[in-house]
């Protein structure tokens, strides 16, 4: 079955870059997705990038795709302590949009 | 701008109890995703409607059923409740037709089965 694989924890410094590191599965997915989770919040869609991309920037957030190797990164520069979250990556079910496979997230934690 | 708006937010029911769980999606969106996310687990798909029609079906169980209405907020509904239905249930919305278009997730519903 499809799976997408994420790293569970990654502890940075404040201003320091982090780099979550996602892999996928289905090479159907037309797009791939990073969300972000606050404590006992909702999921908050950060970005998404298309699967013909290699790269996309918006503001502090850089995705690096490698369809190749299935290969999916989300860095954030300049990380600030409210960037603190559980970070999960997501491809697309057979190609079907909204039909989301989810990472087990990343737990990232920003030491001041 | 308005967002996905679930209800209730909090939710405690008993074993074999039965609950239900309302979505309200963005206006104008078509598309509704029910996801379940268990203590410490990423969101699992359990189903999806489009135009009030089930499109995909996830790991939904027997127990559950939902639907979408006409005005397009769609309901979940949970029956013979047992603790492991413990979770947070999302509700997403999405424009089909709209190429790379976004799933809008809601808050969630946090449902603890005692």
């Known amino acids: 079955g499809e799976d997408v694989e994420q790293s569970l924890f990654l502890s940075v410094r404040e201003g320091d870059s982090s780099v979550i590191n996602c892999t996928y599965t289905?090479?159907?997915?037309?797009?791939l997705y990073w969300y972000k989770q606050e404590p006992g919040a909702g999921l908050q869609l950060l970005t998404y990038i298309f699967s013909n991309m290699d790269m996309k920037q918006d503001q502090r957030l850089t995705v690096l795709l490698n369809k190749k190797d299935k290969h999916l990164s989300l860095r954030i520069a300049d990380t600030q302590t409210g960037d603190s979250a559980i970070y999960f990556c997501a491809e697309e079910d057979g190609g079907s949009q909204g039909n989301l496979i989810f990472g087990k997230g990343t737990k990232l934690s920003v030491k001041p | 701008a308005a967002g996905v708006i679930q209800s209730p937010r909090h939710l405690i029911k008993e074993k074999r109890e039965t609950a239900t769980l309302k979505c309200y999606p963005i206006?104008?969106?078509?598309?509704v995703y029910w996801y379940q996310q268990g203590p410490g687990q990423d969101p699992q798909f359990l189903i999806s409607?489009?135009?009030?029609?089930?499109?995909d079906k996830g790991s939904i169980p027997d127990r559950f059923s939902a639907q979408q209405f006409s005005d397009y907020h769609s309901e979940l509904n949970m029956s013979s409740l047992e603790l492991g239905d413990s979770a947070l249930y999302f509700c997403?919305?999405?424009?089909?037709?709209?190429?790379?278009?976004?799933?809008?997730f809601g808050q969630g519903t946090r449902l603890t089965v005692v």
């Open positions: 289905d090479s159907s997915s037309t797009y």
């Open positions: 206006p104008r969106h078509d598309t």
């Open positions: 997403a919305s999405s424009l089909k037709e709209v190429s790379g278009t976004e799933a809008f």
């Open positions: 409607f489009y135009e009030k029609m089930q499109s």
